[in-house]
């Protein structure tokens, strides 16, 4: 996933005497130590300067027309000219580590894939957060490898389950019909699927108006829902509201709906306990700010619970659920309105904010289960 070392202090070579070249010719940075690759190299200015490069990218050719290019052999000079005639700018989803490369999917335009290896690290450490992310980037052609030109840029956006599953069927779907270009100006392959019968799990539609309160458990599963649904509304009456109440017990119906279920086995109170510690952890009921907040130590203590037996209940709660802040289904109302990672959305190939899109798209959208109601149609009084 990353290039071998000597290919590391080539690309450097040739990337910081092109940096260094432009600077000092067109004074983008005034102050600007020359850099030179095993030492440190200040960030800040290498981002403002090769942003102006790949907004003027002929300096390349003024770089190779220089004396001081005399030095580059016929082989690098050709890497340089390669980056001036193919690089690629724009923003990307990564969407995928594999033990390759990185894929890298266009947001504009027709899509398509790019296999990006790391230079002197994986791409994975470059990225500050799960795939699916978005970031900015300059691709190169390098030595039969897609690179970067050293810098990626990262979104502080996130996505939610709906948006998550729908850029991973996207990503399948090119890969399967087109491919992942590996060469840039080199055709990919399609990768064949290898269970041509096998369909692609379709997406739940969830409503967040739909109250579960134990009316579809299985009757096996009765007994128990009734148990723990006890502690968990005592509990929500005395500290917690009616929201936080209808949620956990939503979630517990769901987890008594699993087959086989989970809570066949392990004491009633701890599941009380963990349901109600995951989906409050997911709602960020341990940060002061918010209007109900309290500790891990005061829930585990009311169910007279270690902190650790909670949280550790609590996590296999999260992972049954898929719990998160950017999933709408186990969210308190204000936080699901307030959060634009679950209104963000593919249409026609860009990602949009679904709620400034005409109502026929929010409506599509609602229609398959991709945002949990039609903002048009939420009262004040409902958020």
């Not at 509990?235 to 809570?263: G, H, Q, T, V, W």
């Not at 634009?340 to 593919?346: E, V």
């Amino acid at each position: 996933m990353m290039l071998v070392r000597s290919d590391v202090a080539l690309f450097y070579k040739l990337w910081c005497a092109l940096v260094w070249s432009v600077n000092q010719k067109h004074k983008i940075v005034p102050v600007f130590k020359k850099p030179v690759y095993g030492e440190r190299i200040c960030e800040e200015p290498f981002i403002v300067i090769r942003s102006k490069l790949w907004e003027n990218p002929h300096w390349i050719d003024d770089f190779l027309c220089e004396k001081d290019s005399d030095v580059l052999s016929e082989d690098e000079c050709e890497i340089l000219k390669g980056w001036r005639e193919n690089f690629i700018k724009g923003q990307f989803m990564v969407v995928k580590h594999l033990e390759k490369y990185s894929v890298f999917m266009t947001c504009e335009g027709s899509t398509k894939l790019y296999g990006v290896c790391g230079i002197s690290n994986p791409v994975r450490e470059m990225v500050s957060h799960d795939v699916p992310c978005l970031v900015d980037a300059v691709l190169l052609p390098f030595k039969g490898k897609i690179i970067f030109d050293s810098v990626i840029i990262n979104h502080s956006i996130s996505f939610g389950k709906s948006m998550r599953d729908s850029i991973k069927d996207e990503y399948e779907k090119i890969k399967e019909t087109v491919g992942i270009i590996e060469v840039i100006g080199v055709p990919p392959t399609p990768v064949k699927q290898q269970h041509a019968t096998k369909k692609s799990a379709p997406l739940q539609v969830v409503s967040l108006s739909a109250v579960d309160k134990g009316s579809n458990v299985p009757k096996s599963m009765t007994a128990k829902y009734v148990e723990v649904a006890e502690l968990i509304e005592n509990f929500c009456d005395e500290k917690l509201n009616e929201e936080y109440k209808e949620i956990c017990l939503r979630a517990l119906a769901k987890l008594c709906r699993k087959r086989p279920s989970p809570l066949m086995s392990g004491k009633v109170r701890t599941w009380a306990c963990g349901i109600i510690y995951a989906i409050g952890s997911s709602n960020f009921i341990f940060d002061k700010s918010q209007p109900i907040n309290m500790s891990a130590d005061e829930i585990a203590e009311w169910f007279s619970l270690s902190k650790s037996t909670a949280g550790s209940k609590a996590a296999e709660v999260n992972k049954l659920l898929d719990l998160s802040y950017f999933n709408a289904e186990f969210q308190l109302k204000g936080l699901v309105a307030e959060n634009p990672a679950i209104w963000y959305l593919t249409v026609n190939g860009l990602i949009v904010d679904i709620r400034a899109m005409p109502r026929e798209l929010q409506e599509e959208a609602f229609r398959k289960g991709l945002i949990p109601y039609i903002p048009a149609d939420k009262n004040d009084d409902d958020v």
